[in-house]
């Protein structure tokens, strides 16, 4: 059989043409702008450095993966007649979220925002703008009182929280039967938060935490106990040493230096992630190659949230072939709305926090060990809500 190349092209085109004239669905012009807004001076992306020089903690803005997610999109929104806009705002130390993201919602009919900026301007965003007509995602801040008490109908998390993390970190223990653990804290206030974090997980997993040690980065002989790491890991015994170092000076150089064999979790070692450049399943090279082409250098989990709150945005958009943000928000909220993370389980949001439910990287510097949920660890509905702040425990109220 002889077929018409240009009798069978003019068909398909004409096919097309003719889903997009349908009742509901969108037209050629329709476009959807979505606003990555920072904070000017962001202390967050100062780069850390050690006395030596050495670049310990590096922060790289999340429009990489806005971008990556952007132009996967491209050919999949381009045959409904969609066009998908990208506007990088930055608010100046004089002004003030609020009045910015308002403005833009009244002078550019902008409705959809990633969010990168300080924890502060996020709650305040978040809470003032409960009623307004918007959708907001976080891809920053792992914070579980952005899911608890300080949540927000219109604030949607595509970053993992602490509490999925550790969850995650305490599955593994659990299932290696690793269950007697030494927690080791920094002095900084997000030590002090990830190490509640862990108790917490602890706790859920029938871990038992031998003990609770500060440390300090210190010269003072006097504080020898809390800087010597045969004295700092001594007088106990567990199976596992839990580190939570934000800062990263000092955990860098436990590991090997331990009073006794044991392996180290947390901020070093075997750390948990929403992402990680070493997955190899499910697309994730694929993605990873796309990424690295784009922003020269290897996609961390912030990117993946960018990344991923724009295959969200997408997909609501189609869901319910409209661009109308409460419409968008309705998708989102849907019981069966579904995203492909690249993770090898479809993902979802939480209705009782918007938390986005998924899978957990449990990775060394250079290799994934697990994901999480790990084998064996079920829930009643969905085993990915093993991880994190459950239904029942929730204390978001905006329900």
């Known amino acids: 059989m002889i077929i018409d190349v240009k009798r069978l092209r003019t068909l398909m085109v004409a096919a097309i043409m003719s889903v997009i004239s349908l009742?509901?669905?969108?037209?050629?012009?329709?476009?959807?702008?979505?606003?990555?807004?920072?904070?000017?001076?962001?202390?967050?992306y100062r780069t850390h450095r050690a006395y030596t020089g050495l670049t310990l903690r590096e922060h790289h803005r999340a429009i990489d993966g806005i971008e990556v997610g952007l132009r996967e999109s491209r050919i999949l929104t381009r045959g409904i007649g969609i066009a998908f806009k990208l506007q990088e705002v930055t608010v100046a130390p004089e002004q003030t979220v609020n009045d910015v993201i308002r403005r833009l919602l009244e002078d550019e009919n902008a409705g959809v925002f990633i969010l990168d900026l300080p924890i502060e301007?996020?709650?305040?965003?978040?809470?003032?703008?409960?009623?307004?007509?918007?959708?907001l995602f976080n891809v920053r801040h792992r914070d579980d009182s952005l899911r608890g008490a300080d949540c927000s109908p219109v604030l949607f998390h595509t970053i993992a929280s602490r509490?999925?993390?550790?969850?995650?970190?305490?599955?593994?223990?659990?299932?290696?039967?690793w269950t007697e653990?030494?927690?080791?804290?920094?002095?900084?206030?997000?030590?002090?938060?990830?190490?509640?974090?862990?108790?917490?997980?602890?706790?859920?997993?029938?871990?038992?935490?031998?003990?609770?040690?500060?440390?300090?980065?210190?010269?003072?002989?006097?504080?020898?106990?809390?800087?010597?790491f045969a004295l700092l890991?001594?007088?106990?015994?567990?199976?596992?040493?839990?580190?939570?170092?934000?800062?990263?000076?000092?955990?860098?150089?436990?590991?090997?230096?331990?009073?006794?064999?044991?392996?180290?979790?947390?901020?070093?070692?075997?750390i948990a992630s929403a992402w990680h450049w070493t997955w190899e399943r499910h697309g994730a090279p694929q993605l990873?190659?796309?990424?690295?082409?784009?922003a020269k250098r290897r996609m961390t989990g912030p990117d993946w949230a960018a990344w991923v709150a724009v295959?969200?945005?997408?997909?609501?958009?189609?869901?319910?072939?409209?661009?109308?943000?409460?419409?968008?928000?309705?998708a989102l909220r849907s019981d069966d709305f579904r995203i492909d993370t690249y993770k090898g389980v479809a993902a979802n949001f939480r209705p009782w926090d918007n938390q986005l439910r998924q899978s957990i990287l449990l990775h060394t510097h250079n290799a994934v060990i697990a994901r999480a949920p790990i084998d064996g660890f079920l829930h009643e509905?969905?085993?990915?809500?093993?991880?994190?702040?459950?239904?029942?425990?929730?204390?978001?109220?905006?329900?």
């Open 381 to 399: 509905k969905n085993n990915l809500d093993t991880l994190g702040i459950d239904a029942r425990e929730s204390t978001c109220r905006f329900r």
């Open 233 to 270: 890991t001594g007088a106990a015994d567990y199976d596992v040493i839990y580190l939570a170092d934000s800062v990263g000076e000092f955990g860098r150089y436990l590991p090997y230096q331990t009073k006794n064999a044991r392996p180290v979790v947390g901020s070093e070692g075997l």
């Open 288 to 294: 990873n190659q796309r990424f690295h082409r784009l």
């Open 121 to 135: 301007d996020l709650r305040d965003a978040a809470g003032s703008l409960a009623a307004e007509k918007v959708l």
């Open 163 to 177: 509490a999925m993390l550790m969850d995650a970190l305490a599955q593994h223990l659990f299932k290696r039967n």
């Open 23 to 44: 009742p509901g669905a969108m037209a050629a012009t329709d476009e959807v702008r979505i606003v990555y807004l920072t904070r000017q001076s962001d202390a967050y």
């Open 181 to 228: 653990v030494l927690a080791l804290e920094g002095p900084d206030d997000v030590d002090a938060m990830w190490s509640a974090a862990f108790a917490s997980s602890a706790r859920k997993f029938r871990l038992k935490i031998v003990d609770s040690r500060p440390f300090v980065l210190s010269n003072d002989p006097r504080q020898r106990d809390q800087t010597n």
């Open 311 to 330: 295959k969200s945005i997408v997909a609501a958009t189609l869901y319910n072939k409209s661009h109308d943000v409460m419409a968008l928000r309705s």
